[in-house]
């Protein structure tokens, strides 16, 4: 009687430690004791075995239909994941009417993208630059079958594959290639500024002149808190611990081009995806995490500099004096409350850049957990 | 003697033996003022036409609708939606797929039927699913738009000497979250109803001179700012903005 119990105690023992082993350990974020966790899907757990499966996805041009693009050809790590040009450029040529957004902290946001109240998990979020036509991104469109042969013939694919998705009895599918892309992206998050290091108690960490920009920054004076607050500096941000999705939209005045407060009509923001004209030219917040590399600014990429930014806000709206999209932005009935112009000298404007600056974080811009694995 | 129960029983056996639906097809043909184009030819040319179909209905003399059936072929249409492709990839159809598919195959119930009528769409209920774990013929990743969430119900373009002009139609204004829509304010389901001689040689044209009567130039991806969409909306008999209409004109029953 004892030893039959004896047995069924040891067989109960293997099968809980195999159980263990088969879940996986519990994802290494690395992160500051007082940051918050992000917020993952319940149907795409981390792992460290997806994470770098993503990373190899990320970085691989044939998720593009021509073979030229990855989703890292808009995502430099360098520019926190962003590419330096206005508006970007397709596999096939076409410019899309919108800047590359960073993906830095893309984990704690809560929609994704310059305007779009739908998108709330990067799962879906990868289908457009993945599959969109209009305007064409990586054109993979036609090419569906791709991802799934890659993860199932590739070594460096199929080896790990299993190991992502240990519970999907054939795991070489387009939706498992998005999750661990997805996964890969939300395993890029930003701590580890000058303005984390000074907060964590470092008064050495930033300048004088970044401190002094601090308390501008964050001073009823000039209001920039309101849109770009909390620990990701924008407004759209969800964690772990979130007891409301906070969702944020503004007008900032950048444009209206008939006294109507319009925008030009291939960028319209929210109003594009609501018709209610009240949601004229809004657009999300973006984190201001890396903002100092991530020139140039706005969903257009129209303001070159922190410097025209900065002019922008103080102003209170945009005048764009001649051409089609001539008009004065601070004029605009749709614009934020918030957006209301206030008085900068000189020197104060260049404490503010000072602490825009201090915000860029060398680690994420480098760090090889991010980087390109073939390099 | 005791009445033969069994022999009405019988009648009603031997009657519904016989064949109560009939099998039909509809066809689908793209039109340029009333001549047909293709993606090749010398003057205007396609450039794309491909949309679902669904909610496939007969109407008798009495008004009532009768729900005909989709063959479910587990290619081209399920028993909801049907997928037409009149685009071959050749010529001006720079995007476009080489398989075609120009007809819907469907059962009705016999009788007598004055008009046809169906939907150029995807039924809310399969709109807004995942399209990666989709069935066909909603598996077609080039008829999505993951951004808006939902299917494009009609890719259509032409080009000639003169102009060209492409529209992408879905529904816009969506609530909720991409996995989870609740409505949306401009379904954009394009309504059909021709009148009937009979279920037999059904071509529906689709003229696309009448769709881009005055469109030039630009396209239309059913965008609410995008002035551009006013007049094919229009002609499906959609509303756009400040455009407003009921009926559309483009499809119709070829004689």
């Known amino acids: 009687m004892i030893k039959w119990l004896g047995a069924a105690l040891g067989a109960a023992l293997i099968l809980a430690i195999m159980l263990l082993l088969q879940t996986p350990a519990e994802f290494d974020w690395s992160l500051p004791e007082d940051y918050p966790l992000p917020l993952i899907p319940a149907d795409n757990p981390m792992s460290a075995a997806k994470v770098q499966l993503g990373r190899m996805l990320f970085y ?36 899309h009417p919108r800047g590359s957004m960073s993906l830095v902290n893309t984990a704690y946001a809560s929609r994704l993208t310059w305007a779009n109240p739908l ?91 970044a401190v002094r920009g601090m308390d501008l920054f964050f001073s009823e004076r000039l209001e920039c808190f309101h849109c770009h607050g909390g620990f990701n500096f924008t407004d759209s941000t969800t964690h772990a611990n979130s007891r409301v999705d906070t969702i944020g939209f503004h007008n900032t005045g950048l444009y209206n081009v008939d006294e109507n407060g319009a925008y030009p009509e291939a960028n319209t923001g929210l109003y594009d995806m609501t018709g209610e004209p009240r949601d004229m030219g809004r657009f999300k917040a973006p984190t201001l995490r890396n903002i100092a590399v991530t020139a140039p600014y706005m969903h257009d990429g129209s303001l070159a500099t922190l410097d025209a930014v900065i002019a922008h806000y103080q102003r209170g ?59 | 003697m005791r009445t033969p129960y069994f022999i009405p029983l019988l009648l009603i056996l031997l009657v519904s033996c016989a064949p109560a639906k009939t099998p039909f097809t509809l066809t689908f043909a793209p039109h340029w003022d009333g001549n047909a184009i293709e993606c090749t030819g010398d003057s205007t040319q396609l450039t794309d036409l491909r949309f679902y179909v669904s909610a496939l209905q007969l109407i008798d003399s009495d008004g009532s609708v009768i729900d005909a059936e989709l063959e479910n072929d587990g290619e081209w249409q399920n028993s909801d939606v049907a997928l037409i492709d009149l685009e071959d990839g050749r010529g001006a159809c720079v995007n476009g797929s080489t398989a075609t598919r120009a007809f819907v195959q469907a ?136 455009s407003v209409s009921d009926v559309q004109t483009v499809f119709a029953l070829l004689p």
């Open chain 1, 119 to 209: 998108l709330d998990k990067l799962e879906d979020q990868a289908l457009t630059p993945l599959f969109g036509d209009n305007p064409v991104e990586m054109g993979l469109g036609g090419h569906e079958q791709r991802a799934a042969e890659l993860l199932r013939s590739e070594s460096s694919y199929s080896q790990l594959v299993g190991k992502a998705f240990p519970n999907d009895a054939d795991p070489h599918s387009i939706i498992n290639a998005v999750r661990a892309i997805a996964a890969f992206v939300r395993s890029i998050v930003s701590y580890d500024s000058a303005y984390d290091r000074y907060l964590s108690g470092d008064t050495t960490a930033m300048t004088s002149a």
């Open chain 1, 317 to 375: 709206g945009r005048l764009i004096e001649a051409g089609g999209d001539a008009g004065d932005g601070r004029l605009s009935p749709f614009k934020s409350e918030f957006v209301g112009g206030f008085e900068l000298t000189v020197s104060e404007k260049a404490d503010l850049i000072a602490f825009l600056q201090s915000l860029t974080d060398q680690t994420v811009l480098t760090d090889s957990r991010w980087s390109d694995p073939s390099q």
């Open chain 1, 60 to 95: 691989d041009t044939r998720l593009s239909g021509n073979e030229t693009m990855s989703c890292a050809t808009c995502h430099i790590q360098a520019l926190a994941f962003t590419d330096g040009k206005p508006r970007s450029l397709g596999s096939t040529g076409a410019t």
């Open chain 2, 107 to 242: 059962t009705a119930a016999n009788g007598e039927y004055l008009r046809l009528a169906f939907t150029v769409g995807v039924p809310f209920e399969q709109n807004h699913a995942n399209p990666m774990s989709a069935a066909a013929p909603l598996d077609d990743a080039a008829m999505h738009w993951h951004w808006r969430s939902g299917y494009k119900f009609l890719h259509a373009g032409f080009r000639n000497a003169d102009r060209s002009f492409w529209m992408h139609l879905g529904s816009t204004g969506c609530e909720g979250t991409v996995q989870n829509i609740s409505m949306c304010n401009a379904a954009n389901r394009v309504v059909v109803e021709v009148p009937l001689e009979s279920l037999k040689n059904l071509e529906i044209g689709i003229d696309l001179a009448r769709l881009f009567a005055t469109a030039d130039g630009s396209d239309c991806s059913s965008g609410p700012a995008e002035s551009a969409c006013a007049q094919p909306f229009k002609a499906l008999g959609l509303t756009h903005q400040d």
